[in-house]
């Protein structure tokens, strides 16, 4: 029962320096999304993805890139990072979207000094 | 745009306590309503969902109730445990049917003392 699964789970960047995230999902999901969370603010939407080959921006798309290649990968890219980008990223996953819950992975926390 | 509101905390609440963490909501249609818990190093786990007014969802002992008329879906524990303590969300779906998503509140912190 993997569901979600992120990678890596910790990582320290230099300011500038460029990084990949990768999310993989074995539940043959749709619908693909990554969200950061920051303290009193709640998870916030970065980009999304509603099927292999598709992405769209969410809340807070600046400073990331998303490619969804493979329907169970869902990739986010910091190319120059920035400290402001210091978060616990989580990726999540569902069937389809209206009414349906979201599965979640348990998160990369990336620190940007 | 739709928007969820929460106390934020941190709730701090002795074993075997009542528990009420209000969760209000806006949102144009009839959103379906969830809460997800989240323990220390863990991602979001859903704890339970309502898609309809008057549904009351239920799971591991919380319920909460949809209430269309105060916009609102709170979280109940009649009896709350140490193993309770974490952080919980309140969110709602875009009853459009939209792929954006959840709309998430910002957590709300619960520490149980035994």
């Known amino acids: 029962n993997a569901g979600v699964t992120q990678t890596p789970k910790f990582r320290v960047l230099k300011t500038g320096q460029s990084m990949t995230l990768l999310c993989a999902q074995d539940?043959?999901?749709?619908?693909m999304y990554w969200y950061r969370q920051d303290p009193g603010m709640g998870l916030r939407l970065i980009h999304y993805?509603?099927?292999?080959?598709?992405?769209a921006k969410g809340e807070v798309p600046d400073g990331y890139n998303v490619s969804r290649l493979k329907k169970q990968n869902f990739l986010l890219g910091l190319e120059s990072a920035a400290p402001s980008q210091t978060s616990v990223y989580f990726c999540?996953?569902?069937?389809?979207?209206?009414?349906?819950?979201?599965?979640f992975g348990n998160g990369t926390r990336l620190t940007v000094t | 745009g739709d928007s969820v509101t929460q106390m934020e905390g941190p709730v701090t609440l002795s074993e075997e306590a009542f528990l009420t963490i209000n969760c209000t909501y806006t949102?144009?249609?009839?959103?379906?309503l969830f809460w997800y818990v989240q323990y220390p190093g863990e991602g979001l786990q859903l704890l339970l969902k309502?898609?309809?007014?008057?549904d009351k969802g239920s799971n591991k002992g919380f319920e909460a109730t949809y209430r269309k008329e105060t916009t609102s879906f709170h979280l109940e524990k009649g009896s709350v445990q140490v193993s309770d303590s974490a952080v919980y969300f309140c969110a709602l779906s875009d009853s459009g049917g939209g792929a954006d998503g959840l709309t998430f509140g910002k957590g709300t912190h619960l520490i149980i003392q035994p």
């Open positions: 949102a144009t249609g009839y959103p379906s």
């Open positions: 309502a898609t309809k007014a008057d």
């Open positions: 993805s509603v099927g292999e080959g598709t992405t």
């Open positions: 539940m043959n999901h749709e619908y």
């Open positions: 999540a996953s569902s069937p389809w979207t209206g009414r349906q819950a979201l599965h």
